[in-house]
T-cell receptor, first 117, second 112 residues
Framework: GAVVSQHPSWVICKSGTSVKIECRSLDFQATTMFWYRQFPKQSLMLMATSNEGSKATYEQGVEKDKFLINHASLTLSTLTVTSAHPEDSSFYIC?????????????FGDGTRLSIL | GESVGLHLPTLSVQEGDNSIINCAYSNSASDYFIWYKQESGKGPQFIIDIRSNMDKRQGQRVTVLLNKTVKHLSLQIAATQPGDSAVYFCAENSGGYQKVTFGIGTKLQVIP
């Protein structure tokens, strides 16, 4: 149980293109999803917290107009990197927390490797 | 706190030996801790968790120890296998039920 699917797993595109990444919880409902960015040999950096039906909460230093997040349902959140440039190349990972009260772990997708030429 | 721009420490262990991976956390108000395993090119995989009202929890071949006095967390892996080779992250939950902060990670290399 608690499977999170992320799509696409790899994308290469030209500078100036906008790229959409999908994150789906396959077998549970997730009121909260998280988006992380990870550089090689480094830890995960939280970009934003996405709550179903409301605006995402962005971490300090993350441009909300650059990284658009939509969480339209209890099983789907999307991250759109707008007008991507080479410096946006990175490994983007989403996670989801199952609906319900109490402390419980986030479950992660397998990430999207974004390469901007 | 957040880890930025740091290279991962590496732990090399002989196959069959026990591994101990350590983590120091910064927020004394953190009430929930999780260990994740990340293999190359994949997302983190949940291993085991522990709440702050406990000091030890055991799973299959893994044990997590929590020392709140010195804000230290450890993951013990018994009879380490080649498939255990990965990067291991500790994560702490603070600020309510939402935000989780990841440690810098430790790369575990299992020597056959």
């Amino acid at each position: 149980g608690a499977v999170v699917s992320q799509h696409p797993s790899w994308v290469i595109c030209k500078s100036g293109t906008s790229v959409k990444i999908e994150c789906r919880s396959l077998d549970f409902q997730a009121t909260t999803m998280f988006w992380y960015r990870q550089f090689p040999k480094q830890s995960l950096m939280l970009m934003a917290t996405s709550n179903e039906g409301s605006k995402a909460t962005y971490e300090q230093g993350v441009e909300k107009d650059k990284f658009l997040i939509n969480h339209a349902s209890l099983t789907l959140s999307t991250l759109t990197v707008t007008s991507a440039h080479p410096e946006d190349s990175s490994f983007y990972i989403c996670s989801a927390r199952a609906y319900g009260t109490g402390l419980q772990p986030q479950h992660f997708g397998d990430g999207t490797r974004l390469s901007i030429l | 706190g957040e880890s930025v721009g740091l290279h991962l420490p590496t732990l090399s262990v002989q196959e069959g030996d026990n591994s101990i991976i350590n983590c120091a956390y910064s927020n004394s108000a953190s009430d929930y801790f999780i260990w994740y395993k990340q293999e190359s090119g994949k997302g983190p995989q949940f291993i085991i968790d522990i709440r702050s009202n406990m000091d030890k929890r055991q799973g299959q071949r893994v044990t997590v120890l929590l020392n709140k006095t010195v804000k230290h967390l450890s993951l013990q892996i018994a009879a380490t296998q080649p498939g255990d080779s990965a990067v291991y992250f500790c994560a702490e939950n603070s600020g309510g039920y939402q935000k989780v902060t990841f440690g810098i990670g430790t790369k575990l290399q299992v020597i056959p």
